[in-house]
């Protein structure tokens, strides 16, 4: 059973910085992808960031040149600095992992959500 599981979100006044966790466990010698998204209160949960088991990264523009994306050390764990925070930084930051493995069917894919951290950004 895959878990995906996000920290590191809390109330920051604009212009700081947070580090956001992502840890996803219950899976071994897959390829992934692992993206934030994030959704403000009344609006569409938005896309933040991704990066693949390549190392490859993509951003959205509201973030761009104001956060990155890491893997970290521990396997299938994946890091997210955004600086520079705006208010209208704040939602609450989902991980999102998309994973190919071996055993699946040919040419599928399963995704996982986690819980979502909160990101608060006072004026």
């Known amino acids: 059973q895959v878990h995906v599981e996000e920290s590191g979100g809390g109330s920051v006044q604009a212009g700081g910085s947070l580090r956001l966790s992502c840890a996803a466990s219950?899976?071994?010698?897959?390829?992934?992808?692992m993206s934030w998204y994030r959704q403000a209160p009344g609006k569409e949960r938005e896309f933040v960031s991704g990066?693949?088991?390549?190392?490859?990264?993509t951003y959205a523009e509201s973030v761009k040149g104001r956060a990155t994306i890491s893997q970290g050390n521990a396997v299938n764990t994946v890091y997210l600095q955004v600086n520079s925070l705006k208010p209208e930084d704040t939602a609450m930051y989902f991980c999102?992992?998309?994973?190919?493995?071996?055993?699946?069917?040919?040419?599928?894919?399963?995704?996982?959500w986690g819980q979502g951290t909160q990101v608060t950004i006072s004026s």
């Open positions: 999102k992992t998309i994973t190919w493995c071996s055993w699946y069917a040919p040419h599928t894919s399963r995704t996982f």
């Open positions: 219950g899976y071994t010698s897959c390829r992934y992808e």
């Open positions: 990066i693949n088991s390549n190392g490859s990264t």
